[in-house]
């Protein structure tokens, strides 16, 4: 049976696709909010599965398979799982992320990019259900001058939720950082391996870049 390493396993310690999307799910768990889309990798994850799954299935109906190829098919079909797994709790937090925060991505077109066309769609549509059901419900109860939902009022959580961006988030620094800005204007040069604890926008660009990831 066909042992493919980008999935499986790398050579000379180089990241295998599977790591790498390892990286990005905890990434986009422990954000914020909205990273980068990776559809490409996940395109050839899932690509891999269907051709492994399609392997498995031909392995599995011989009837000539040897009791070490079944050992090898459990093997395969498990790790399978663990893929699964990864591509649908990453799929999962990216639309809860893109559900909570809709009409703040909606509203700000420089955000878009970080979303697949299918994503960027999904929010529209949300967010357009979103304000007619607040519409209906309860704002065309309100008098004129209330009924938008971009009003901001003192003392008062905002209409259209934002990301929290000045959340401490744990960091891992990837290889050796340029210094960074903290809130108490002093300087932060994370060195390889280095775990850190600080605002999330401190670190955004890091992130955005792969130099460090969360944990």
């Known amino acids: 049976m066909e042992k ?6 790398g050579e000379d310690g180089e990241e295998t696709e599977m790591q790498q999307l390892i990286r990005h799910w905890m990434n986009e768990r422990q954000a914020p909010d909205v990273l980068p889309a990776q559809d490409v990798l996940l395109g050839t994850m899932l690509d891999r599965i269907r051709r492994q799954s399609d392997t498995i299935a031909l392995l599995r109906s011989d009837p000539d398979s040897s ?18 797994f990864v591509v649908r709790s990453y799929v999962r937090t990216r639309l809860y992320k893109i559900e909570k925060y809709a009409r703040y991505l909606v509203a700000n077109p420089d955000l878009q990019e970080k979303l697949t066309q299918i994503e960027l769609e999904h929010a529209k549509t949300f967010a357009k259900l979103t304000e007619a059901h607040f519409h209906q419900s309860v704002l065309q109860a309100l008098p004129e001058e209330q009924r938008r939902l971009t009003d901001h009022v003192a003392f008062m959580p905002p209409m259209i939720p934002e990301p929290d961006k000045t959340r401490a988030v744990f960091v891992h620094a990837r290889t050796k950082c340029p210094p960074v800005r903290l809130p108490d204007g002093s300087a932060l040069e994370m060195q390889k391996g280095q775990i850190s604890l600080t605002p999330y926008y401190v670190i955004e660009q890091l992130l955005v870049r792969g130099e460090v990831e969360l944990v």
Not at 4 to 9: D, K, L, P
Not at 67 to 84: P, S, Y
């Open 4 to 9: 493919e390493s980008g999935v499986y396993g």
């Open 67 to 84: 009791e070490e190829e079944h050992f090898r098919i459990m093997l395969a079909q498990t790790e399978i799982e663990r893929v699964k």
